[in-house]
């Protein structure tokens, strides 16, 4: 044991002292990621901003009554002549055409395929606002023919949305911090990964370090751990500035979702925390032992940092498993807690949204140790391979 | 002490090892003289249980390499050529993780390095490894390979490409090992290093050792007056 902790404690005491590691490990978690999404979530803030200042533009043709009905709805009319061909050309967000048969009117609301998200705003806002339009004609008909318009009070329909206020967005930070997770402590420290194995090849003390008394497979068990520590320190970095530069634009920057300050769904105290802990230690045990093996295998660092990118690969599949989770707004499934590597973004999702089984988290945690001992085998099995020792 | 055995080893179609017998004594400098990819290093590999060997067998310290092989890296200092130290520990704390590995207490390794950096001029121990010149580096090697004091000691081309007065100190510190009664094995291809420190030397040469004797014994049976070309002449028969 102490030979694993002498290995351990080596490992951990060069990567801190190691510029590159600093700075990948834990001064651009720090700081780009607070940058990246404060900047997102500003310049979207922005966008919402100006939308709600300019207000919509619309293509009119039609009658002067339904043009003054969405001009007093504060959309900017322009009458034309070839609706379809403005909204085309992005000359209007929106484009509405009023026909006028003997028996009704026809109202068709023109969108592009191509509009963005601007155009599909106007298009709801419009389609919103067209149903009191139809009311009021019709109130408009039946007093031309006498008959009192409280018929619309025979039924009224209204919405009423229970459980806490914008619930959702918890679902939606879970799913968030389970794939920022996923990225940073799998693929994420790479650097640390290629050191580990590749590094003491190139630099030529592997050789010296197998002729010393420890046995291979403490060897690889203390870089193992140091680079599980360190994997998890800096994804936990990761997670923690993500996670508050998230919640405070969500709250601070107004992009229109009614958020404030103090939106008990967004708090991630207490338990949101802990997920991560876990989840961070748990990725980084199966994580950390994928490194090494791929490391341990690579010629020099060059080629471990070539094997260890194309590892990111490994997890698409995983983020579209965990997709549907996020639409139903509901828990992982359970057997996701069986599965190693994506245990981890279910653990953390499932505590962050409050659904908290700790049976099921200890038996990811055992599932994810036993498979990270495997793998820490077959790196201690390689290591007495010459084939891979001599790899150079 | 070391015995080797009919020690062969193959690299796919290569055969680096046909069959390799030699023994080092203790209180002795053994070199292992031959050209380059006359199989210094792979004798060198096995005998640190780096690599195995395919048939033969070889001895450390009265330990199997195979076998025992735990063991033989307890009674074993070994400086492999190319070397490099962890550059971003101080040469104390590469001194100190080695002598961890080998399961030396602290104080005794605190002890056995200030002897150890006195008799080879070491007064940079506190400084990272990255800042070391060459010479200064394997110095350092030279401390890590023997603070666990082992029986048995390995160099592999220890002063290649150093300075004088690092050659200097590395050959203060070959002859000061074997004086204490420690069996050294020491490979080079400078011919006039192993005149000067090899007690007995073995001419190794495409993977079988063809010549042995003292360097005087083989400038004397080659009828050369140096060791170099007692050796140039062996090697081309």
């Known amino acids: 044991m102490k030979s694993i902790f002498a290995v351990m404690r080596k490992e951990i005491k060069e990567a801190f002292r190691d510029r590159r590691t600093l700075i990948m490990s834990v001064l651009l978690p720090a700081v780009l990621v607070p940058a990246i999404v404060l900047g997102i979530f500003y310049f979207e803030g922005q966008s919402v901003k100006q939308e709600t200042k300019s207000g919509y533009t619309v293509a009119f043709q039609g009658s002067e009554e339904l043009r003054s009905f969405l001009a007093n709805a504060n959309l900017k009319v322009i009458d034309s002549k070839d609706v379809s061909d403005m909204v085309l050309q992005k000359k209007a967000d929106v484009g509405v055409v009023e026909e006028q048969t003997s028996s009704h009117s026809q109202i068709t609301v023109v969108t592009s395929f191509a509009s963005g998200s601007k155009g599909e705003n106007a298009a709801s806002y419009v389609n919103g606002i067209l149903p009191s339009y139809r009311e009021l004609r019709i109130k408009q008909y039946l007093a031309t023919k006498g008959i009192k318009d409280d018929v619309f009070s025979l039924v009224v329909v209204q919405s009423k949305q229970v459980g806490e206020p914008n619930a959702f967005l918890k679902f939606m930070l879970a799913y968030i911090v389970s794939l920022v997770m996923l990225s940073s402590g799998f693929v994420g420290n790479v650097y640390l990964g290629t050191d580990i194995g590749a590094g003491e090849k190139e630099r030529g003390t592997l050789e010296s370090l197998l002729a010393t008394p420890v046995s291979r497979f403490h060897i690889a068990m203390g870089k193992w751990l140091a680079l599980a520590v360190l994997n998890s320190i800096g994804t936990l970095i990761t997670l923690l500035s993500f996670t508050f530069s998230y919640t405070y634009a969500l709250t601070n920057f107004d992009l229109g979702l009614g958020v404030t300050a103090g939106t008990s769904a967004l708090s991630i105290w207490g338990s949101g925390i802990w997920a991560m802990v876990i989840g961070a230690i748990l990725l980084s045990l199966t994580g950390a032992a994928l490194q090494f093996i791929i490391s341990i295998y690579s010629r020099n660092m060059r080629e471990a940092q070539l094997y260890l990118g194309q590892m990111g690969m490994v997890i698409l599949p995983f983020i579209f498993v965990l997709i549907p989770s996020l639409t139903n707004a509901t828990a992982m499934p359970t057997w996701l807690y069986f599965v190693p590597i994506v245990n981890a973004s279910a653990v953390t999702y499932n505590v962050i949204i409050g659904n908290v089984v700790w049976p099921l988290i200890g038996m990811a945690f055992l599932i994810d140790v036993v498979v990270a001992i495997i793998l820490a085998l077959v790196v201690s099995k390689f290591m007495n391979k010459e084939s891979v020792i001599l790899r150079i | ?237």
């Open chain 2, 1 to 237: 002490m070391i015995e080797v055995q009919n020690l062969q080893k193959h690299f796919g179609n290569v055969e680096a090892l046909k069959g390799v017998s030699f023994n080092c004594k203790s209180g002795q400098v053994t070199g292992l003289l031959g050209p380059n990819g006359a199989g210094k290093t792979t004798t060198i590999r096995i005998l640190s249980t780096i690599l195995k060997p395919i048939s033969g067998s070889a001895k450390v310290n009265g330990f199997d390499v195979v076998k025992d092989a735990s063991k033989v890296r307890s009674s074993l200092g070994v400086v492999l050529e190319n070397t490099g130290l962890y550059r971003r520990l101080t040469g104390d704390e590469n001194v100190l993780y080695f002598a961890d590995l080998a399961g030396v207490s602290r104080p005794e390794a605190y002890k056995r390095m200030e002897v150890l950096y006195k008799l080879l001029e070491i007064d940079y121990g506190k400084r990272q490894a990255g800042t070391y010149s060459k010479g200064m580096a394997q110095k350092l090697n030279l401390v890590r390979a023997v603070i666990h004091d082992p029986p048995v000691l390995i160099l592999d081309e220890p002063t290649a490409g150093l300075d004088v007065p690092s050659t200097l100190a590395v050959r203060t510190f070959v002859k000061q090992q074997r004086d204490s009664g420690k069996t050294v094995l020491f490979s080079t291809h400078l011919m006039n290093e192993a005149e000067l420190l090899c007690d007995y030397v073995y001419i190794i040469n495409l993977g079988s050792i063809v010549a042995e004797g003292s360097p005087e014994e083989l400038k004397q049976r080659t009828q050369s007056n140096s060791l170099e070309e007692a050796f140039m002449k062996v090697v081309k028969q």
